[in-house]
């Protein structure tokens, strides 16, 4: 299988740039609470890494009214602590990623970005895009709190255990796992698995990635209702022009 690489496109970095600069009439900017939970490309290495760290440095920049900060949460625990406001924003979120189930209030920004959910294995002479079509006898890892069709979109510990599938810790360890035949198959995001075959070219050839689309998923952030930030103030700065996709 042919396998076709997209680079990701930052507009949101021109924006800001170019935007004009908010600038205060107090000495002390607000604080505002970015949440995030470990989901590259955009939060990597607990929040010392990827978009959403550019992002927030770039915030900070281009302004003087707001202070931006990195309040790291997990994928399971995140839903909670957006309820008890541990942090005001979650940036790169997916309304179907159980927020409208679990009946949460929130505002929303426009689309910021956008990708596939893909099922990965290793790519033999003997395998063929067959190799998907019964994944029960496969071993199969994931990460605990993301969302897959193959979990019917649920993200609880009983639900994986139920189906038999393999608790991972992120992206990254369950492709080191799948190259070390610890698993058949693991689910990858589309925009994570483009960037890493960019850094790893010599890698491109061994996965068989499914033709199938497990899901896609189109991301905003959701801001909380007493978030000392609005939507409209999240616009000035540039947001209605962020675009991170693998499709540009």
């Known amino acids: 299988m042919q396998i076709r690489i997209y680079a990701l496109k930052f507009f949101f970095l021109l924006a800001l740039i170019f935007s004009a600069p908010i600038v205060s009439g107090n000495t002390q900017p607000i604080v505002v609470k970015i949440g995030g939970y470990e989901f590259a ?31 790291l949460t997990s994928a399971n625990r995140r839903y909670r602590d957006f309820k008890t406001q541990k942090y005001d924003i979650i ?5 179907a990623w159980s927020w409208k189930q679990m009946g949460i209030n929130y505002a929303r920004t426009s689309i910021i970005g956008s990708g596939k959910e893909l099922a990965v294995a290793m790519n033999y002479e003997t395998r ?35 189906k038999k599938i393999v608790q991972g810790k992120s992206n ?15 689910f990858i995001n589309s925009l994570m698995l483009s960037r890493f075959l960019n850094k790893n070219k010599e890698l491109k050839d061994k996965f068989l990635i499914r033709n199938k689309v497990d899901h896609q998923f189109a991301l905003r952030g959701l801001i909380h209702p007493n978030s000392p930030i609005k939507v409209s103030e999240l616009e000035k700065l540039g947001f209605n022009k962020i675009l991170v996709t693998d499709e540009n």
């Open 128 to 162: 063929d895009q067959s190799y998907f079509d019964n994944l029960a006898d496969k071993k199969i890892e994931v990460v605990l709190g993301y969302h897959y069709q193959i979990t019917d979109m649920k993200s609880d510990a009983q639900t994986l255990m139920n």
């Open 41 to 71: 490309p955009f939060i990597e290495k607990e929040g010392k890494e990827g978009i959403v760290k550019d992002l927030i440095a770039k915030l900070n920049a281009s302004q003087e009214k707001y202070h931006f900060e990195f309040v």
């Open 91 to 95: 940036l790169f979120e997916d309304e």
């Open 172 to 186: 990254q360890d369950n492709l080191e796992d799948l190259l070390s035949k610890k698993v058949d198959v693991t």
